[in-house]
């Protein structure tokens, strides 16, 4: 029994359902230490015949038996192991791998045996002195010489340390000088015991051998003995498996930095999507928290006014009295704390001070909505005192308005009384303080302006209650629901919510529909991104093409292949979401500059969650992209891309 044996092999090739047939019954049987030349005419199937006992076409009949063992039955994983640790392939174009160093790339089929990595990379080194390239370990292939390259591909055949040497015109593009050399080279492979099965036109080449195989018409037409063969080896294969992960990262990222430029445009063009994506989200954090802060430093976010819901209050006087039944109701809501009574009175009031008059529009008590913050100077007012908007202290008094606090001011106010005859009511009261306009109305006490009215006999109601929320501003909201969910005879809604706090939970609203519509223009950036990462890597399976048919000749299995560019697209998505959230930082710093001076707030507010967020959505996105790319590039047929130019 020979080492390696080939039994009635048969091959053709179909176009249309048409049969070539290319071998047509082979049978040959090969020893270790043998240097076999294979000769024949040009398109007689030699290339055909190789691939068979490489391992990389099993689409054959026949039988091809190692050792005594049939690779018939291997499944595609087993056949990748066999090519990977008893076969070292030596292409007539080299096809080494042109983004990766010479040393790389006889490290590419180390990495895929069990050396420890110190143990690869130190025989890496050795077969590269073997081979006479010790100077030239840091070059790109397209650095060396034809005949260089050569012996690069030796020594990355050499890597598992293979019992058999497959070389299809090794020196088929090489001057004479370095074809004895390459020859000289696998004669000693041969003599280490090993079998070296070359493919060659040249009768020198096939002359330098132990033995010539003639190819004619499919067959073997003349199989000759020309020298002893050498001693066989003991067979020391080094044990292997498929190109790890980390493997293909580290390609993935050569390849990268091989590309440098174009890789970079890309990740910059990825960057754009998560950057707006983030920056989105960082604004619409700080555009919500803007508005909110202004709004809760001038009210209390805890406290609302409530109203009846008339269409017309002038028409009917008493239908917006907030009745005991209807503060009842309100103090009964959960988390309401308590509801007081308060009083707005619209048209015909008058302050005046010494000659100074003022006509205030409207006016309302004092009452919890009201932030003391807002209160420039003096206090909120007592019984008996009177706090003035800052547009009102200026009627009275305009070049010192603060200077009004603590004076004495009559107050004056039309009104019908019981006969339903208009009225003047009058009093003399302190200013208490001064607030912004923007926040407070000119405002007295429920029992001020209930005394006032009373000195003419006149009894009020109230007509607005203000609700106090206990606990979290999170409580608010219900409450807010509850007293709009009430509803009248008319089935409408029997109180209205008036009042700034009212407006928070509106203004919330357009924020939030403002962002989502921002978020969605940058979501479709993303998509754009998307699909450009979909079409780079498109690009890189077809510019690749070779380098996966080298891979898969070394033995590399489908999935390290798809690895290979999931591994590409997480760099990209790794690298691009690096850049967008340091771009997005960078703007944060520069935005949040520009705005402290202007409103005196940060405007953008990227938080933590942000930033994890665009980095998952990134290298998710990355990876989705990679799908159909990757699998494509892992269903490529080994045999037809080494034949891709
Ligand atoms: N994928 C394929 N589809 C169809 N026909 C093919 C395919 N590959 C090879 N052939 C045909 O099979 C025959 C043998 O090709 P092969 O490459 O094995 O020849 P070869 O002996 O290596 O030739 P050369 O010395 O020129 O390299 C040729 O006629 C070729 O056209
Ligand atoms: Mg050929």
Redesign the pocket.
Known sequence: MSYLELHNIKKS?Y?ENEE?P?LTGIDLSFDQGEFVSIV????????????IIGGLDSNYSGDVVLNGKSLRHDTAKQLDAYRRQTIGFIFQNFDLISHLTVFNNVMVSLQMTKLSHKQQEARARQLLEQVGLKDHMRKYPNQLSGGQKQRVAIARALASDPEIIIA??PTGALDSQNTQEILALLDEIAKDGKLVIT?T?SETVANHGTRIVR?ADGKISEDKSIKQGYEKSQANELSTHTLRFGATLKMALENMRYNLKRNLLIVFGAAIGIFSVIVMLGLGNGVQGYINHEIYSQVNPNAVQVTQNVSDSSQDPSKIVMKTKDQNRLKDIKNVKHVQDGYFVQGGTQLRMGRKNASISFMQTYNPTMLTKSITKGHAPKNGEIMLTKEYAQKLNKKHPYSLVGKKVTFYQNALNKQKHPVMLSKTLKVSGIAKANTGATSVTYDTIKSIYKSKGIKIQPTFVTVVIKGDVKNVKPVQNKIKSFKNDKKKATYQITGVGGMVDTLNTYITLAVNVLATIAGISLLVSAIMIIVVLYISVSERTKEIGILRALGSSKGSIRNLFFSEAFFIGLFSSALAIGLAELLQVVANNIAQRGINYSIMQITPGNIIFGFVVAIFISLLAALAPAASAARLDP??SL?YE
């Not at 024949?40 to 691939?51: A, Q």
């Open positions: 090739y176009l070539f290319v024949g005419e040009s398109g007689g199937g030699k290339t055909t015949l190789m691939n299809d015109e493919v036109h190819l045999i037809e034949s």
